[in-house]
Structure formats: structure tokens, C-alpha cells
């Protein structure tokens, strides 16, 4: 089952009177359970396509189906839904809150959904158990090495059981043990039915998907 089919997918920037085609006609799938990796060198286009494939911004040519939904059809708040709602994100920087714990970092998105505070404090205790990191529940980010801080933010990507993971870079700050560990707590999120895409440069975290797509100049260049 196809989760994300993007078709001729084109993105331009326009700046005085000079355009940048920051992608361009590029087309491909991913199915439901699926590790795809996206590499591609500084300025190929992979940053752009993770902010449209995460509902952040909006093509400028080609179609985008999430689930077979047209995304273009969501617009302002409708939006914002369809993304806190389909999308869970994993950032280099971790991005968590300096003054919550760890389990507050991790239900703070279901918070925003509305989900009630009995329910969003089990499922995020259930993802913190997922990624190891039950009995550190209640650290602050701080009090957490690196390795630990990208495991929360794993956490609180799955808490919400999205239709979709995007991971920028998740390995990029890391030292190669905790790289290794975070691998293949992506890999084992995969192996429990979660769709992950990661965006990276890092050629270990690129070989252990099941797939790799190449961005080079905006364009998607080989598939394997």
C-alpha cells in the first residue's frame, strides 16, 4: 500500500527577478512500512523535499498523495491537522523542550491534538519504554547525553502513531556508538510497522534502509 506518491514534483524560488529550481519533475513512491533513505549532497534539494513531504511547504508544480489525499486540498489549520496528525519528526537537533522532561517532551505534540492527559501520558510512557528510556522519564534534556536526547525525540515522533516518520539527519551530531543506536532503534520502529524516511548524509544510516533515493541538483538521479 502506497503511504507518499509524489508526481513531477517541482519546487521553484523566486527572488527579484531571478528563479531558483530548487527540485525539479521528481517522481516516486513509498509504501506503508517502509525505511527509505534520501541522500544527496548540500544543495541538492533533500530539505526542500522533506519540508513538502512534512506538509511545511507546498510545491510549486506536481501532485503530492498522502494516503491517496491529495495534500493540496488542506490548506491554513486543516493543514497543521493533517501534519500533527500524519507526520511525526525527528530533528538533528533533537529540538526538545529545555524546561520539560523527558515524558512532557514527548506528549507535548499529543497535547496540541487534544488527546486527554491520562491517554497522552501512557502513550508517551509506552514510546519512552519503546526507545529504553522509561526510568528517564522525568529528566530534564539537560541531564540527558546526546545519544539519549535523540532517543526522547524518537519517542515522541512514534508516540502518536503517525502514518509517517521523517527524520532529518537523526545521526548527524552523534558519536558512532550512539549512531549505531539510533539506526537501529529506526530499524526496529520499521520492524513494528512504522513508515520512516530519513533525509541524510550519513552513508551507514543511508545503507541500513531498505531503499535509497539520490537528490543531485534537484533532481531524483537513481533509485535502488
Not at 509504501?31 to 522533506?50: D, H, Q, R, W, Y
Not at 506536481?62 to 501534519?83: C, H, T
Not at 492527559?117 to 502513550?123: I, P, Q
Not at 522519564?137 to 539537560?142: D, R
Request: aromatic share 6%.
Amino acid at each position: 500500500m502506497k503511504i507518499i506518491e509524489v508526481q513531477g514534483l517541482t519546487k521553484i524560488y523566486k527572488a527579484h527577478k531571478s528563479t531558483l529550481k530548487a527540485l525539479e519533475n521528481v517522481s516516486f513512491s513509498v509504501n506503508k512500512g517502509e525505511f527509505v533513505a534520501i541522500t544527496g549532497p548540500s544543495g541538492s534539494g533533500k530539505s526542500t523535499l522533506m519540508n513538502i513531504l512534512g506538509c511545511l511547504d507546498r510545491q510549486s508544480f506536481g501532485m503530492y498523495y498522502l494516503k491517496g489525499e491529495d495534500v493540496s486540498r488542506y490548506k491554513g489549520n486543516a493543514l497543521a491537522k493533517l501534519r500533527n496528525r500524519s507526520i511525526g519528526f525527528i530533528f538533528q537537533s533533537c529540538d526538545l523542550v529545555s524546561e520539560l522532561t523527558a515524558e512532557e517532551n514527548v506528549w507535548l505534540p499529543l497535547y496540541y491534538r487534544g488527546v486527554p492527559a491520562k491517554e497522552r501520558k501512557a502513550l508517551a510512557l509506552e514510546a519512552l519504554e519503546q526507545v529504553g528510556l522509561s526510568d528517564r522519564a522525568n529528566h530534564l534534556p539537560k541531564t540527558l547525553s546526546g545519544g539519549q536526547r535523540q532517543r526522547v525525540a524518537i519517542a515522541r515522533a512514534i508516540a502518536s502513531k503517525p502514518d509517517v516518520i521523517l527524520a532529518d539527519e537523526p545521526t548527524g551530531s552523534l558519536d558512532c556508538q550512539s549512531r549505531d543506536e539510533i539506526i537501529g532503534l529506526l530499524k526496529q520502529t520499521v520492524a513494528n510497522g512504522n513508515t520512516v524516511i530519513a533525509i541524510t548524509h550519513d552513508l551507514t544510516l543511508a545503507n541500513s534502509a531498505q531503499r535509497m533515493l539520490t537528490i543531485r541538483d534537484g533532481r531524483l538521479h537513481q533509485e535502488g
